[in-house]
């Protein structure tokens, strides 16, 4: 599958993989500040902006994907970052390839197996009934009735675009995401080491990487730093920006 990705920059190539329900656009400021120092990449994974569809989604055909893409880029190796799936899909892809990642980045997720934390993201975007809605501001309104975080409605909503027919349409599969959701949730096992430098970054508000987790991260990637980013959850590279922007660049830097 040939994924959607834009590229910006010059220098050693940095890829930039999303998380559940985001997109290359989540990245743009920060994608151009990198490109100061790096080429990046940042990539629509399969199901998402305006990379193709697919009944078919787990972390073995999302590594696969980012392989595909770097072998038609000619990247022989690289810098990895990825953040939430995105972050589970660079940690396959760098214990299947690790001759192919020079440094992991991995944001707010670790590789154990999570218990489901968006179904009522799920009940919602199947309760949406985009065609009944003319304005923006109209789906943020209906969109309230499930979710009140603003913050999650507008990354939701970076979703949507309006056809040729000016009708609104999900970028997302939606059904796609949901059949396989279980699989996105699985955890990243291996039997093997990645002996290379890997930095997982975590919001302080966030439980996704406890302290607890750590010993098993070091299990897989025995050179791994934890950094906590204060006064931010999850989505940590969206919410402290600068803060998270410094912590990348001076990692990628030694």
Same mark, same amino acid.
């Given at each position: 599958?040939?994924?959607?990705?834009?590229v910006?920059?010059?220098g050693?190539?940095?890829?930039?993989?999303?998380?559940?329900?985001?997109?290359?656009?989540?990245?743009?400021? !920060?994608?151009?500040?990198f $490109?100061?120092?790096?080429?990046? /990449? *940042? %990539?629509? &994974?399969?199901?998402?902006?305006?990379?193709?569809?697919?009944?078919?989604?787990?972390?073995?055909?999302?590594?696969?994907d980012?392989?595909?893409?770097?072998?038609?880029?000619?990247?022989?190796?690289g810098?990895?970052l990825?953040?939430s799936?995105?972050?589970?899909?660079?940690?396959?892809?760098?214990l299947?390839?690790?001759?192919?990642?020079?440094?992991?980045?991995?944001v707010d997720?670790?590789?154990?197996?999570?218990?489901?934390?968006?179904?009522?993201?799920?009940?919602?975007?199947?309760?949406?009934?985009?065609?009944?809605?003319?304005?923006?501001?109209? !789906?943020?309104?209906a969109? $309230?009735?499930?979710?009140?975080? /603003? *913050? %999650?409605r &507008?990354?939701?909503?970076?979703?949507v675009?309006?056809?040729?027919e000016?009708r609104?349409k999900?970028?997302?599969?939606?059904?796609?995401?949901?059949?396989?959701?279980?699989?996105?949730?699985?955890a990243?096992?291996?039997?093997?080491?990645?002996?290379?430098?890997?930095?997982f970054?975590r919001?302080?508000?966030?439980?996704?990487?406890l302290?607890s987790d750590?010993?098993?991260?070091?299990?897989?990637?025995?050179?791994?730093?934890l950094?906590?980013?204060?006064?931010?959850g999850?989505?940590?590279?969206a919410?402290?920006p600068?803060?998270?922007?410094?912590?990348?660049?001076?990692?990628?830097?030694?």
């Amino acid at each position: 599958m040939k994924l959607f990705y834009y590229v910006t920059g010059h220098g050693h190539p940095l890829i930039i993989l999303h998380g559940l329900f985001g997109s290359s656009d989540n990245w743009f400021t !920060l994608a151009k500040f990198f $490109g100061e120092k790096y080429k990046v /990449y *940042a %990539v629509d &994974q399969r199901n998402h902006g305006h990379s193709p569809h697919s009944e078919e989604f787990n972390y073995r055909v999302m590594s696969d994907d980012t392989n595909d893409l770097m072998i038609h880029e000619g990247i022989q190796s690289g810098h990895l970052l990825g953040h939430s799936m995105g972050g589970k899909t660079a940690m396959r892809f760098t214990l299947t390839h690790p001759e192919k990642v020079d440094k992991l980045i991995v944001v707010d997720i670790a590789p154990k197996a999570y218990p489901p934390k968006h179904d009522k993201i799920f009940e919602s975007l199947f309760a949406l009934k985009l065609d009944k809605y003319k304005t923006r501001t109209e !789906l943020d309104f209906a969109l $309230g009735q499930y979710i009140s975080d /603003y *913050a %999650v409605r &507008q990354l939701l909503l970076k979703n949507v675009f309006r056809d040729e027919e000016e009708r609104f349409k999900w970028r997302i599969d939606v059904s796609a995401l949901h059949n396989n959701y279980s699989k996105v949730n699985e955890a990243i096992e291996s039997t093997d080491q990645f002996t290379k430098p890997v930095l997982f970054i975590r919001g302080s508000k966030s439980s996704y990487i406890l302290d607890s987790d750590v010993p098993q991260i070091k299990s897989i990637f025995p050179l791994m730093e934890l950094i906590t980013i204060e006064g931010v959850g999850h989505w940590v590279h969206a919410e402290s920006p600068q803060k998270f922007a410094e912590v990348v660049v001076e990692f990628l830097a030694r």
